[in-house]
Nanobody, 114 residues
């Protein structure tokens, strides 16, 4: 019922920044970001409700990553600063509720070189 499209990934050097975007076909209660590194389980990164009244950020990226939105185009952003090699992963946009993300994008690759 909800289509999600991510963009903005790429190859950067440690210390640089990237901004990911996710556009949804329609609104849900919450949108968020997850990431999955090779050989590891998918991990939560950040979430924001469509009201924009709060955000939650995972500890490993707190202080470096910021989630923002939703704008008039139903788009959520993930600003990633001070990137580290351990941030290398496929980043997925997700939508639904905070405890039940029902819809997932295809993912965008973020690679951070040392």
């Amino acid at each position: 019922q909800v289509q999600l499209v991510e963009s903005g990934g790429g190859l950067v050097q440690a210390g640089e920044s990237l901004r990911l975007s996710c556009t949804a076909s329609r609104r849900t209660a919450v949108m968020g970001w997850f990431r999955q590194a090779p050989g590891k389980e998918r991990a939560f990164v950040a979430a924001i409700p469509w009201t924009g009244r709060w955000t939650t950020i995972a500890d490993p990226v707190k202080g470096r990553f910021t989630i923002s939105g939703v704008d008039a185009r139903n788009t959520v952003y993930l600003q990633m600063n001070s990137l580290r090699p351990e941030d290398t992963a496929v980043y997925f946009c997700a939508a639904g509720s905070l405890n039940d993300f029902n819809y997932w994008g295809q993912g965008t690759q973020v690679t951070v070189s040392s």
